[in-house]
Every structure is written in structure tokens, then in C-alpha cells.
């Protein structure tokens, strides 16, 4: 399939997820409401507020989340030739963990502020420590193996914060490492929206500098690419997206892993349209999940991280036993 | 002598000194490898290697195992920069050159994992107009254009949808020659490029490289096809050049006997009427193998 004619299709499912998204919730909002409220004037102002200052921003943020995690894993997997690798396993979230945890013991009184730049700040650090060591490493499975470390070495250091930490401040960290969507602002959106546009704008520039990767380094340098600089300069960007979404939306697993896997399954693994693809597919997914975790339970909110961890596990056995049967 | 003529003899001293200029360019080695040494931990890899490679020749590095031809090809394509000694491209040392100028001048055929992420055919092809393209830059008529005239050359336009990993060593080899003329390179270099072929694709290969009129610098294991399809050849053991000449002066017996440590004859093809070296295995062979076991 020709990639306008991808794009087209992905954009019109984007619109109908997100309008359809839109209808769901406590408050029951109807479709004729929906289209009048959007469009002209809503029938209530509690409707109103419902739409423009709840949901909205909510489906969007989602969208703007579940597109950056999606693209941050695939461009990872493409840059390390590695096709599990994830933004999770850079240590970004295990960082933004520990940031958090320390906001939330230390700076009790502001939490609403502390604890999203605590989040960045912890991310930003996981990712410094990963980058320090870059320049140590020899070969891309080091540094992934570096990652790793830092990721269960920065976990031991917050488990043991909460573990000697009073139970409230424990009980917050560990709600907000389960993920959810439930406090987002359309302040936030413009900052996510922003940061992922612009890290997908500056991947789009170098898409064919990253597919050069795919048969080797040596391949990639013969044909003029800094594959240091790219490579550095692709973690950056996902370190970026990750860290501004880990702030305010906490922890999601699996997005980042699953996203790319799908999208190459039926569009191939070239760095376009796999961003495209990543894209729309891991924004609308996203919002499905969250979708499911505010109404599949009546009067209770799931952290949509417990969700998106229980989709992506069965969903991993499954390729796993498609692959056996394949092969068998 | 008028003005007129005056300046028309300036002008044509003129001419001959520019014609003289790029005959001097032009007649200058395209690569010269100068005292060119590389160790590593202390182990002496290459040793004081010099040699030039003129534009039209195709030059096969051959020697045993060891000898140092895939880390002389490393450091000529500056996988590996910390070598001493000089290697210059166009009169150029090739350390000045950028990697964009080294990339739409010198064209790599890679021994090749199978990539990890689907790739089709196009893809890789595609590949080699990334040294010509600025970041935001899309494929212009003329670069389609490029890509299926490359496919056309190396037989590959019914493949070009085709999953690269689902092709055989010999239609990979091919896709990447077809991405090295999409490349415009002047210089092609080939790593090996029969390992893994049957004889069918050996010479397929080795014949569509000799059809592209390029200047070619291989390694090559097989001595019977260096000397069927290259020009010259360089012998090299233990990181030094033992012989580099026409095939003839390369291929002498006892200096092949030397170097790959086995009695080796020189007989003619009674079919080709060319000649062929032979290699007996020694029963001394058999003695270290079952001592071994």
C-alpha cells in the first residue's frame, strides 16, 4: 500500500477513535450532544465543562502519549537493531521513578508541580548516566546491557526509598508508576504534543540515515553516516519524549514495544512508514486503553499502565506461539 | 607578432598547461596507499603496505587466512582511522575527505548479516542515493529513474518488492552492486563477494562486476577466479605484500607454496587454455587434524 494512501486511512481511524472516545465516561454525553458541543453550541455547561476541560484533553493527551511511546520504541528498535529494545529498557522510567519518589517524600506541599519536573529530572538523569557510558561501549547490545543496569540499579535505589518512606508518599508513588490519565490539562498537551512533533519532525529528516543502520554499521558508514552522532542523537530524542510523558502520565509499559511490532507486521520496517504508522496506531491505541480503563469498571478509574502491561504480555505470547506454529 | 596573435599563443600555452593539469590528474592513481601500517594490542596486523590503484583496473587482494586483506579494505573505507601511514583518494588524504564525499565516490559490497527488520529490495537499493541527499530532500524522477536502471543492469527488477532476507547470498551480492551504481561510485570495493556462492553465482557475480567498467579493489579467496577476472593482484601474508604485479608474476607456484603452506602446481586449462593453480593437501594436514581430535 502506497504511504499517502496509509497515512489517509491511519488519519480518518485517528479522527473516529478520537470521536468516538469523546462519547465515553461517567456523565452520558450522546453522540448528536457530542457533534453539537464540538461544532456549534452544547446543550448544558456541565456538558460543557465535561468535554472541553475533561475528556478533550484527556483523549488527546492520550493520543499525543500513546504516538510518542510508539515512536520512541521503533526508533530505538531500528537504531540498536534490536527488536525489543524500549524506551523502558534505557532506564528512563526507573529515573523518573526515583525522581518521583523523592518529590513526593521531600516536597510534600507543592506535589502538583514537584512531581512531574521530579519525574523529568529522573529521567533526564538515567538517560545521562546511559549516555556517560555510550561513550565507553564498543558495540550497541553494551549499551543496551548498560541500560538495563541502570534501570534495576535506579528500581533497588526507589524501592528502598519506599520502603523506609511514610505510606501516603508511598502509596502516591506508586499509583503514579502505574499510569494514568485521569489528572491531565491541555497545558500538558501542548507541551507533550510539542516535544513529540518536533522529535518526529527531526526522525522524519533522518529516516533514511536510520534504515542505512538496518544492515550494519559499517554498511551505514559507507554509505556517509555518523552513525555515533545518529545514534546519540536518536536516544536524546527518545529520552525527550519519554521523559515528558513518564512526568505527567506516568508509567506505560508496552506501548512502546508492541506499537512498532504491529505497524512492521503490515507496513514493513522502513523508518517512514513505520513512524507514520507508530504514530496514528499508538495514539489510537492509547486511547482505547484509556477508553477501557475509565469505563470497564463502574465507579472505579484503572491505571491504564496495568492495562496496556496485560494487553502487551498476552499479546507477546501470542506472536510468540504464532511464531512456533509457523516454524513447526 | 600582433596583439591578437600574441594572446591567442598566451591562450593556447594556456590550454596545453590546463590539458597537461588534468592529464597529471587524470594519469595520478585514484588510490594510493603510502607505508600504511596498523596494529592491534601490540600485534602488527598490517606492515608498511604501499601501492596504488590506477581508474580502470580491478585488483584482487588475495592470501590466506590472517594475512590482513579484510583490515587493509577497514582501513581504506576508514572503519578503522587509527593507522599509520597515508591513504589518499584522488590526491586527497582520504582522512580530510568527508564521509559523504568518501560515500558518493567509493562504493562498499560487504560481507552481510541478514538484517534484523524487513527490507525490500527497493529499500537497500534505494540506500545508495543517500550520499547525494540533503535531510528533507524526496526522490526526484531522476533518482527513480537511477534506482530501476541499476536493477535493470544487475537482472534484479522482478526481485525489487521482494524481502532482501528472502533472496540468496548471490541476488543479495547483486542488490548490493545495483545500490553501489545507484551510488555513481568511481571506486567499488568487494569483501569477499563469492564466500557462501555456489559456482553458478560465483562467476554471475564476478562477471557483472567485470561488465561495469569500474575501477574494483576485492579480496578474493579463490585464486582461480582472481585470475580470471582481475587485472592484477596483490599477495599478501602476515600483514605484507609478498608479490603484487600482473596475475602471471602473483600466481608463480613456489611463492604461492610459501605462503599458503602447501605443494602447489601450475597447470593449463586444456578447454580455457589459461592457467590454473593446484593445491595437494599434505599428509601432514591429516597428522595435525587427528592429533587435534
Wanted: proline share 2%; charged share 15%; aromatic share 8%.
Amino acid at each position: 500500500m502506497k504511504l499517502t494512501n496509509i497515512s489517509l486511512l491511519l488519519f480518518i481511524l485517528t479522527l473516529i477513535s478520537i470521536g468516538l472516545a469523546l462519547t465515553f465516561g461517567a456523565a452520558n454525553i450522546s453522540s448528536t450532544q457530542l457533534v453539537q458541543c464540538l461544532f456549534s453550541q452544547c446543550n448544558s455547561a456541565l456538558n460543557e465543562t465535561i468535554l472541553w476541560q475533561i475528556r478533550l484533553p484527556r483523549v488527546l493527551v492520550g493520543f499525543a502519549a500513546g504516538a510518542g511511546l510508539a515512536c520512541a520504541g521503533a526508533i530505538l528498535q531500528n537504531t540498536t537493531r534490536n527488536p525489543l529494545a524500549d524506551p523502558y529498557l534505557f532506564g528512563i522510567v526507573s529515573g523518573a521513578g526515583l525522581g518521583a519518589t523523592i518529590a513526593s517524600i521531600g516536597f510534600n506541599d507543592q506535589l502538583n508541580i514537584a512531581l512531574p519536573l521530579a519525574a523529568f529530572l529522573g529521567a533526564l538523569f538515567s538517560i545521562s548516566i546511559v549516555f556517560f557510558i555510550a561513550n565507553f561501549v564498543q558495540r550497541i547490545e553494551q549499551l543496551l546491557l548498560a541500560g538495563v543496569a541502570i534501570s534495576f540499579m535506579l528500581g533497588a535505589i526507589t524501592q528502598f526509598m519506599l520502603y523506609i518512606g511514610e505510606p501516603l508518599a508511598t502509596n502516591r508513588v506508586l499509583f503514579w508508576l502505574m499510569g494514568s490519565l485521569a489528572r491531565v490539562e491541555m497545558t500538558q498537551f501542548y507541551l507533550i504534543a510539542s516535544v513529540v512533533i518536533g522529535a518526529i519532525i527531526v526522525i522524519l529528516a533522518y529516516h533514511q540515515h536510520i534504515d542505512a543502520l538496518a544492515l550494519g554499521d559499517e554498511n551505514a558508514i559507507s554509505l556517509g553516516v555518523n552513525v555515533n552522532k545518529l545514534r546519540l542523537l536518536m536516544l536524546a530524542l527518545c529520552a525527550a519524549i519519554t521523559a515528558v510523558i513518564v512526568a505527567y502520565c506516568g508509567g506505560i509499559a508496552f506501548v512502546g514495544l508492541m506499537i512498532p511490532h504491529i505497524v512492521r507486521h503490515y507496513f514493513g520496517s522502513s523508518t517512514l512508514k513505520l513512524i507514520i504508522g507508530s504514530s496514528f496506531i499508538g495514539g489510537c491505541f492509547l486511547i482505547w486503553v484509556d477508553v477501557i480503563a475509565r469505563s470497564a469498571v463502574n465507579n472505579l478509574e484503572l491505571p491504564i499502565g496495568i492495562i496496556t502491561s496485560i494487553i502487551g504480555s498476552l499479546f507477546f505470547l501470542y506472536i510468540m506461539l504464532q511464531g512456533n506454529r509457523s516454524h513447526g | 607578432m600582433t596583439k591578437a596573435e600574441q594572446t591567442k599563443t598566451d591562450q593556447t600555452k594556456t590550454d596545453n598547461t590546463k590539458t597537461e593539469d588534468i592529464r597529471a590528474v587524470t594519469q595520478s592513481p585514484l588510490l594510493q596507499i603510502n607505508d600504511l601500517s596498523w596494529s592491534v594490542a601490540n600485534k602488527a596486523i598490517l606492515k608498511q603496505l604501499s601501492f596504488n590503484i590506477n581508474t580502470g583496473e580491478v585488483v584482487g587482494i588475495i592470501g590466506p587466512n590472517g594475512a590482513g586483506k579484510t583490515s587493509l579494505l577497514r582501513c581504506i573505507l576508514q572503519y578503522i582511522n587509527n593507522y599509520q601511514g597515508k591513504i589518499c583518494f584522488k590526491n586527497q588524504d582520504i582522512k580530510s575527505l568527508s564521509r559523504q564525499f568518501i560515500a558518493q565516490h567509493v562504493a562498499v559490497v560487504n560481507q552481510i548479516n541478514d538484517p534484523v527488520f524487513k527490507l525490500s529490495v527497493s529499500d537497500v537499493v534505494r540506500m545508495g542515493l543517500l550520499p547525494y541527499k540533503s535531510l528533507f530532500a524526496s526522490e526526484t524522477k531522476d533518482d527513480t529513474q537511477t534506482i530501476a536502471q541499476a536493477l535493470a543492469k544487475t537482472g534484479l527488477t522482478a526481485l525489487k518488492n521482494e524481502e532482501f532476507t528472502h533472496l540468496s547470498g548471490g541476488e543479495q551480492q547483486r542488490v548490493l552492486i545495483a545500490r553501489a551504481l545507484v551510488q555513481k561510485a568511481d571506486l567499488l570495493i568487494l569483501d569477499e563477494p563469492t564466500n557462501h556462492l555456489d559456482v553458478y553465482y560465483q562467476h554471475q557475480i564476478l562477471q557483472l562486476v567485470n561488465s561495469l567498467k569500474l575501477t574494483v579493489l576485492m579480496t578474493i579467496h579463490d585464486l582461480n577466479l582472481a585470475n580470471d577476472y582481475c587485472s592484477r593482484l596483490i599477495l599478501l601474508d602476515h600483514g605484507k605484500i609478498i608479490a603484487d604485479g600482473d596475475n602471471d608474476q602473483v600466481l608463480q607456484p613456489t611463492l604461492l607454496s610459501d605462503v599458503f603452506g602447501l605443494p602447489c602446481q601450475q597447470i593449463t586449462d586444456p578447454i580455457t587454455n589459461t592457467q590454473k593453480v593446484y593445491f595437494m593437501a599434505t599428509t601432514q594436514q591429516n597428522k595435525v587434524i587427528h592429533e587435534a581430535n
